[in-house]
């Protein structure tokens, strides 16, 4: 167990629910490319360079929190200088679910990837790799009968991310029928995404990856201040190199929160009575067996209550966490109890532990990981 004398919460109440309803990255998209005109037709969360323009530039920067923005303002000047405000992010905090409700304009209980590894049809598969284990199974689970919903509202929006993404099953799941315009240097995004608007295009979605990428590797210091300021630079180069009058709307999918050595191991009697675990760390499902669900979510209760917001599967559906509507086959891929950090620590499962040690991890309801910029500017 976690020494708590050495733990600093992150905590400063109950879970923060996504607002679906206001300001969150799955309104964005409809906002964008439903009907009506931009000047006219667009919520009042959304900043006022993107109404004032008839072409944007979208960028996704994965991993930049509103929390971790504001203590590096100093490090990201471009970015702080754009006008903006925070908005939610979805439930659970982790990039598979938040990128596909962006690119859906849909919640995780409508377009139903409901995490990083989520049960279906009896196994675990992983989202963002499209494995059961260390097979891969993407004829067997097909990435648009997972996903049914077509992205970006059937238009074919250029999507300018990592040439090595294109071809994925997670891609095809979230963003298929899109175009391609896979990059190999980050450099390129500007480049491409300003191509892309001269030849016309009203609409141009960008994905970085680079902030999430150091986070999970170095964790936060000099490495993760060297990437911040990277990741200004890229949307520098944009401001620089886009046509005059594009606006330009950068947001993220999660925030971070510094966990490190804060590895929690539950114990074999808090999990006697579970029979699969899926999610991730800091947002942790226990499948229960036939008749033990209450008998699991005491014995986490009782070891882990103090780390972590311990709550059913039916508590989840009722509050929205993944939003209003939970249809009961969406609601089959969740599992029983969740064990939903708020405090620095990640729960471990032999079955969730990749080639190194995550130093920050997401996935929970905390400030640090439910809000995300949503900062807006004109070229």
């Not at 006219?40 to 072409?55: F, G």
């Not at 942790?284 to 209760?301: I, K």
């Amino acid at each position: 167990m976690v020494d708590l004398r050495f733990v600093t919460s992150t905590c400063g109440g109950g879970p923060i629910i996504p607002d679906y309803s206001g300001p969150n990255v799955r309104g964005i998209i409809p906002a964008l490319l439903g009907p009506g005109d931009w000047a006219t037709s667009l919520p009042s969360w959304m900043p006022d360079p993107v109404a004032d323009s008839e072409q944007c530039v979208m960028l996704v920067l994965d991993g930049l929190g509103w929390d971790q923005f504001q203590e590096h303002r100093a490090l990201m000047p471009t970015l702080a200088g754009l006008t903006g405000r925070s908005i939610h992010t979805v439930a659970p905090t982790t990039t598979s679910t938040a990128l596909t409700s962006i690119t859906t304009g849909l919640t995780p209980g409508e377009h139903g990837i409901v995490g990083y590894r989520m049960v279906l049809n009896g196994d675990v598969l992983n989202i963002l790799r499209w494995t059961v284990g260390d097979q891969q199974v993407r004829r067997s689970k097909r990435p648009a009968e997972v996903q049914p919903f077509v992205p970006f509202l059937g238009r074919a929006v250029p999507v300018v991310s990592m040439s090595e993404l294109q071809n994925s099953a997670f891609s095809e799941a979230h963003l298929r029928g899109a175009r391609q315009m896979g990059w190999r240097a980050a450099s390129s995004i500007a480049v491409t995404a300003a191509e892309q608007v001269e030849h016309g295009e009203r609409f141009v979605y960008c994905y970085y990856g680079g902030i999430d990428k150091i986070a999970h590797e170095r964790g936060f210091g000099p490495y993760y201040e060297a990437e911040l300021r990277a990741a200004d630079r890229l949307v520098a180069d944009l401001l620089d190199l886009l046509p005059s009058g594009t606006s330009i709307l950068i947001t993220a999918d999660h925030g971070q929160v510094h966990v490190g050595e804060n590895i929690v191991r539950p114990s074999t009697e808090m999990l006697r009575g579970v029979t699969l675990q899926s999610g991730e760390g800091r947002f942790r499902w226990l499948h229960a067996a036939a008749g033990a669900v209450a008998d699991v979510a005491q014995a986490a209760e009782d070891e882990v209550g103090a780390l972590a917001w311990v709550v059913t599967q039916e508590q989840v559906v009722d509050e929205g966490w993944f939003g209003p509507t939970v249809a009961p086959p969406i609601r089959s891929r969740l599992g029983d109890v969740a064990l939903v950090a708020h405090e620095p620590v990640s729960f471990h499962e032999d079955a969730d532990s990749g080639l190194y040690q995550l130093v920050c991890r997401h996935g929970s309801l905390t400030s640090a990981e439910v809000n995300v910029p949503l900062m807006a500017g004109t070229a």
